[in-house]
């Protein structure tokens, strides 16, 4: 079965310090990796993904996502962080070949940057 | 705005009573998706259509959910008898050929 782990509930972070939002996954096959963004009563938005080619992946807002295949990971990863990159993070799959519809998410990081 | 829109916003309503939300996707989008996400929860994957076609459901949706995207565009999610555990936000999303899904702001339905 298809599944993604977050396990971290919250990660705390100072302004101006790397962060990392970790992710693992179970697939079969050849995963399409998403990560997502979530602001306080807003819906999803979309930051970057993974399909083939580059592990390392450049999304919106300077994030950036290393894909590991022998770790089974895809962490979520900046250089400097905002305070404004406040929120709450979602990693998701799909299987290669599978369904168009099936995104599975992980529970969610709850990133606070604090000044 | 050319984003995933979803009305209404908010939604409250009395257990045993019947809801019905809608959702227009990006226009040029022929793929769209409905989510339920509880708190503390990420989203939960509903159905899937591709146009008007209804290609997946997930057993999330039990027989009082219905959903229907009639022209290939905009599409409705109905659900009937509703009981205290549907509250929760409902998310819609669509997508083209590429395999991002972008999202609209969601319904929240209270069940009270």
């Known amino acids: 079965a298809q599944s993604v782990a977050q396990p971290e509930d919250q990660v705390n972070v100072a302004e101006g310090n790397p962060l990392t939002v970790k992710c693992t996954y179970s697939?079969?096959?050849?995963?399409?990796l998403f990560w997502y963004v979530q602001y306080p009563n807003r819906g999803l938005q979309f930051l970057l993904k993974?399909?083939?080619?580059?592990?390392l992946v450049k999304g919106s807002y300077g994030f950036e996502a290393e894909f590991n295949k022998s770790q089974t990971s895809f962490h979520l990863k900046k250089p400097s962080a905002l305070v404004s990159d406040s929120a709450l993070y979602f990693c998701?799959?799909?299987?290669?070949?599978?369904?168009?519809?099936?995104?599975?998410f992980g529970k969610g990081t709850k990133l606070s940057v604090k000044p | 705005d050319t984003g995933v829109s979803q009305d209404p916003r908010h939604k409250i309503t009395k257990r045993g009573q019947n809801v019905t939300f809608r959702c227009d996707p990006i226009?040029?989008?022929?793929?769209l998706y409905w989510y339920r996400q509880t708190l503390g929860q990420g989203p939960e994957f509903l159905t899937y259509?591709?146009?008007?076609?209804?290609?997946?459901k997930s057993r999330l949706l039990s027989d009082r959910f219905s959903a229907e995207r009639p022209k290939g565009s905009f599409s409705t999610l109905e659900i009937q008898r509703t009981e205290q555990g549907d509250s929760a936000m409902y998310l819609c999303?669509?997508?083209?050929?590429?395999?991002?899904?972008?999202f609209g702001q969601g319904t929240r339905l209270t069940v009270v």
């Open positions: 226009s040029e989008h022929n793929r």
């Open positions: 697939v079969s096959g050849n995963p399409y």
């Open positions: 993974y399909i083939t080619g580059d592990n």
């Open positions: 999303a669509s997508s083209s050929a590429l395999p991002e899904a972008f």
């Open positions: 259509f591709q146009n008007e076609a209804q290609l997946e």
């Open positions: 998701a799959v799909r299987g290669y070949g599978g369904s168009q519809g099936n995104l599975i």
